[in-house]
């Protein structure tokens, strides 16, 4: 079963950065869209970003778009998410998971940006 740990989240000041990292163990996920996702407090998780299982292709949602960016490394079986430009706003637990999150979710890592 595959195992996702996510990693590299911080507490930073508004439009700072940071890179995330969610290594994935058990199985090769180079054949998924991966994805990541966040659950801010008293919110629904959302999605942020996704990228096709080769990197060519990238999405992004509205609030991210031109300050996240989303990578991979499948002979590291490892997804990245470069974000800049934080605002308070981005605070929240981030996740990844399979575009279908129909894997088990892991531990996320919390971002926190203060103002």
């Known amino acids: 079963q595959v195992q996702l740990v996510e990693s590299g989240g911080g507490l930073v000041q508004a439009g700072g950065s940071l890179r995330l990292s969610c290594a994935a163990s058990?199985?090769?996920?180079?054949?998924?869209?991966m994805g990541w996702f966040r659950q801010a407090p008293g919110k629904e998780r959302e999605f942020v970003a996704r990228i096709s299982w080769n990197g060519g292709y990238t999405y992004y949602a509205d609030s991210v778009k031109g300050r996240f960016t989303i990578s991979r490394d499948n002979a590291k079986n490892m997804v990245y998410l470069q974000m800049n430009s934080l605002e308070p706003e981005d605070t929240a637990v981030y996740y990844c998971?399979?575009?279908?999150?129909?894997?088990?979710w892991g531990q996320g890592t919390q971002v926190t940006v203060s103002s």
């Open positions: 998971n399979t575009e279908l999150q129909n894997l088990r």
């Open positions: 058990g199985r090769t996920f180079s054949n998924y869209v």
